[in-house]
């Protein structure tokens, strides 16, 4: 035990932790934790809550990461995430464009393989799978996978670099079905679009795009043997001026809390 301080020492001890409580506050989650007393870094989730963050997100992730941020928000008082949603290759030409961001999770592994220089050590937060999406009744009677290479359909598909157009491709070759798309979309949510608007009759997407889409169109599932898994890592971002804070975000995503959300929302577990 330490000796009883004097009223001089104790009121040099309060001033000091009371300058050391402002410095870590106006910190904002940098690069470099606050040390405490006894010279150990002061935990990531104490530069949360005071931290703005942007985060780089794939546009499958929507709907989740607008309820699991307000989520974050609630849990950290004083905590800020912003999104902001694009297809994966999309947000890795911003971030290789030096784009001001903080986190980046994309829908693929590959895309967050590609930009290791300009990442921490990524985390797989969630897994999804794909789906047929057809027009409203489904007029043309959409079972399968192999329905989808009739010609009288007008099919949409997102573009071979897009994640979900990759996996599109990987399961439609392997099953040896040919397509000939009506157009090749950016993203999923623009694949979803053109089905939910009847510019075309179905299209591949992700389990969880369709389920939000509610009844604008029917759902029609691919059984796992035809499938492709898509897995979801999230990082931080090195360009990060709140590196601290962003880790703690990403770590986030790993809680029960967060997963609930996930698995609430058709997301699989990673």
Same mark, same amino acid.
């Given at each position: *035990? @330490? ?20 410095? $870590? ?13 006894? +010279?150990?870094?002061?935990? &990531? ?8 963050? $942007? ?11 607008? $309820?699991?941020?307000?989520? @974050?928000? %609630?849990?950290?008082? +004083? ?23 903080? /986190? ?7 895309? *967050? ?40 359909? %007008? ?11 990759? @996996? ?24 979803? +679009? %053109?089905?939910? *608007?009847?510019?075309?009759? &179905? ?8 389920? /939000? ?18 897995? @979801? ?38």
């Amino acid at each position: *035990m @330490y000796p009883t301080p004097t009223r001089s020492r104790s009121a040099a001890a309060a001033l000091a932790a009371a300058l050391l409580a402002g410095l $870590t506050a106006c910190g904002g989650g940098g690069d470099e934790p606050a040390a405490s007393g006894a +010279g150990s870094p002061a935990p &990531a989730s104490l530069e949360a809550p005071r931290a703005h963050l $942007t985060v780089l997100a794939a546009s499958s992730l929507t709907d989740v990461f607008r $309820t699991a941020g307000a989520a @974050y928000e %609630k849990a950290h008082p +004083g905590a800020k995430v912003t999104f902001s949603f694009a297809g994966s290759q999309e947000l890795a030409a911003q971030v290789k464009q030096g784009a001001p961001a903080d /986190a980046l999770v994309t829908a693929d592994t590959r895309t *967050m393989d590609g930009l290791r220089a300009e990442t921490g050590e990524p985390k797989i937060i969630a897994k999804n799978r794909l789906v047929i999406a057809a027009g409203k009744g489904n007029p043309f009677k959409v079972d399968e996978l192999r329905d989808l290479g009739d010609p009288r359909l %007008k099919v949409v598909l997102a573009a071979p670099e897009v994640p979900v157009g990759r @996996y599109s491709k990987q399961i439609l070759d392997a099953q040896r079905i040919e397509v000939k798309p009506v157009s090749q979309e950016p993203n999923v949510r623009a694949v979803l +679009g %053109k089905v939910e *608007m009847g510019e075309a009759d &179905a299209g591949l997407v992700y389990r969880t795009d369709s389920a /939000a889409s509610g009844d604008k169109v029917v759902t029609v599932e691919i059984p796992d043997e035809q499938n492709a898994v898509a897995s @979801y890592p999230a990082a931080v971002l090195k360009q990060s001026g709140n590196s601290g804070a962003a880790a703690a975000f990403v770590a986030w995503l790993g809680t029960p809390e967060a997963q609930k959300i996930f698995q609430d929302a058709g997301f699989q577990q990673p």
